[in-house]
C-alpha cells in the first residue's frame, strides 16, 4: 500500500479530482477484462478479483478514519488489528482470505460502494482537515507515525492505491 504521494493536492477538491481520476483509470483496465481473466491469480497468487477485493476492503477503512470511526472493523478486520500490532501483511492475507471465495459481481458491488463511501467521507473534510494528524482521527490507534498528516492516508487508500494496483493488474494482462 502506498503511504505517501510525492505531492499531495493541497484542497479536499483536488483530492477528490485525483480520487475521481485514478477510479476512472482503474475502471477502464477493468472494462478491457473478461469474468475468466478477473479470477485468474496471477504470478503472486492473487486474482484481479482480489486485488479489487484488496481495494475495497481499505478504502471502506479510509471512510470510517476520517469519520473519526473505527477503522478496521469496517475492513473485516479484527477490532485490535492494526499495522503497528499486527503488520500490514497480515492485515492483507486477512482481508484476502475473508474475500477470495465471494463471486466477482459482489466484490465489484463492493469495490464500487466503498470507493462511492470513501470518496464521501473525504468530501465532508474541509481543506484543513487534510494537514490535521492521524492520531486526531484515531486516539485510540495512535500510532508512530501518528504525527502525519491524514491526507497521506487519503492518498494511499484511494487515489494512490487505485493506481498501484491499477499498474498491478496491467502488469499482470500486459502479454495477452
Do not use: C
Request: net charge negative.
Amino acid at each position: 500500500m502506498t503511504e505517501k504521494p510525492s505531492s499531495p493536492p493541497p484542497t479536499v477538491q483536488e483530492v477528490l479530482e485525483r480520487i475521481e481520476g485514478e477510479w476512472e483509470a482503474l475502471q477502464k483496465v477493468l472494462s478491457e477484462l473478461n469474468a475468466d481473466q478477473m479470477n485468474t491469480p496471477g504470478e503472486e497468487g492473487w486474482s484481479t478479483k482480489d486485488e479489487l477485493a484488496h481495494l475495497a476492503a481499505w478504502a471502506r477503512g479510509l471512510a470510517a478514519l476520517v469519520r473519526e470511526q473505527r477503522r478496521y472493523p469496517p475492513m473485516g478486520l479484527p477490532e485490535d488489528a492494526a499495522p503497528n500490532t499486527i503488520g500490514i501483511e497480515r492485515m492483507n492475507r486477512l482481508i484476502y482470505e475473508r474475500n477470495r471465495e465471494l463471486p466477482l459481481e459482489e466484490v465489484l458491488a463492493e469495490l464500487q460502494a466503498a470507493h462511492q463511501e470513501a470518496f464521501a467521507a473525504v468530501a465532508e473534510l474541509s481543506d484543513d482537515d487534510l494537514m490535521r494528524p492521524y492520531d486526531d482521527f484515531q486516539p485510540q490507534d495512535r500510532r508512530p507515525d501518528g504525527h502525519t498528516p491524514i491526507l497521506w492516508r487519503i492518498a494511499g487508500n484511494t487515489y494512490g492505491h487505485y493506481a498501484e494496483h491499477r499498474e498491478t493488474i496491467e502488469r499482470m494482462w500486459s502479454n495477452e
